[in-house]
């Protein structure tokens, strides 16, 4: 609602259908993966709990979209990217 978060309601629904159009993979635990690597972080506690947010994420900010990278090797083992962005 506040176009800082999202959340996925229908995760099997999400996983056929929309995942199939930008990712190679469509596993949701997969794409859960991925916004790890992106630094999204969830949240785990309250009426927002299941959101993801990242500080370079926002409604209608297309400037902050390229400030959204993948940890660094050293943060992580990496392998290549499964999802590919817009």
Do not use: W
Not at 47 to 55: K, V
Not at 63 to 73: A, G
């Amino acid at each position: 609602p506040c176009g800082k978060m999202f959340k996925v309601h229908k995760h099997k629904e999400f996983a056929t259908r929309i995942m199939p159009l930008y990712c190679r993979h469509t596993r949701y635990k997969s794409f859960l993966r991925q916004l790890s690597m992106y630094k999204f972080q969830r949240v785990n506690e309250g009426p927002l709990r299941g959101c993801y947010h990242h500080p370079n994420f926002s409604r209608d900010r297309f400037d902050l979209i390229d400030k959204i990278n993948r940890k660094d090797r050293g943060d992580e083992g990496i392998s290549s990217g499964d999802c590919i962005s817009t």
